[in-house]
């Protein structure tokens, strides 16, 4: 099936660590993907992870995949104010084609 | 600059129009997308070429036409315009061939309003 879940809100304060949630449905995907959207912008590819990986680490950014709950998370360390934006995870459904299902995408508030 | 760009970015149409999207990337990808964001930020697929030929047709209006002219060119064309169709139509072009991760470039959008 073809379906990606996301929570569609969350709320931090600068400086605390940010996790973002995500569920899919299709097991053979190879590619999981964070993009980032700012406000009246396109969207920005974060990180991915392929699905032989539990972790990846990239400076701020750490991804964690459950492939047995098929659950994938999106850890922001010290969370800035130009961290808030929309988040959308997203799947790749066919490697041949590169056809993605994304996310409602999780829009991420930073108070100062 | 190396990028995916559109145009145009802003589009304000009555209903019932015809009107056209145009975009363009010159990063050399075999793969070009046209995506639809509605006004509640859910981005869905609605069609892609790989080297001109349509690969991905999504369940789309027949109103909606896709032409690529060459790798590097997707227009969208879009008769008869409806309310339904005001959204923000995003670009985007990838590498499929070979072992390159498919990582998908995005376009900076067109915001389509129909009145």
């Known amino acids: 099936g073809e379906d990606v879940e996301q929570s569609l809100f969350l709320s931090v304060r600068e400086g605390d660590s940010s996790v973002i949630n995500c569920t899919y449905t299709?097991?053979?995907?190879?590619?999981l993907y964070w993009y980032k959207q700012e406000p009246g912008a396109g969207l920005q590819l974060l990180t991915y992870?392929?699905?032989?990986?539990d972790m990846k680490q990239d400076q701020r950014l750490t991804v964690l995949l459950n492939k047995k709950d098929k659950h994938l998370s999106l850890r922001i360390a010290d969370t800035q104010t130009g961290d808030s934006a929309i988040y959308f995870c997203?799947?790749?459904?066919?490697?041949?084609?590169?056809?993605?299902?994304f996310g409602q995408g999780t829009t991420l508030q930073v108070k100062p | 600059d190396t990028a995916v760009s559109q145009t145009p970015k802003y589009l304000v149409t009555q209903m019932g129009n015809d009107k056209s999207i145009k975009c363009e990337q010159n990063l050399g990808h075999d793969t070009m997308y046209w995506y639809k964001q509605d006004s509640k930020k859910f981005l869905k697929i609605m069609f892609s070429?790989?080297?001109?030929?349509?690969?991905i047709n999504e369940t789309v209006p027949n109103r909606f036409s896709p032409k690529s002219p060459d790798k590097a060119h997707l227009n969208l064309h879009i008769n008869s315009l409806e309310l339904g169709d005001s959204a923000v139509y995003f670009c985007?072009?990838?590498?499929?061939?070979?072992?390159?991760?498919?990582?998908?470039?995005f376009g900076p959008g067109t915001r389509l309003t129909v009145l």
């Open positions: 985007a072009s990838s590498r499929t061939s070979g072992r390159a991760i498919p990582e998908q470039f």
């Open positions: 070429y790989n080297n001109k030929e349509l690969i």
């Open positions: 997203a799947e790749i459904f066919s490697s041949n084609t590169g056809k993605l299902i």
């Open positions: 992870i392929f699905s032989n990986m």
């Open positions: 299709d097991s053979s995907s190879t590619y």
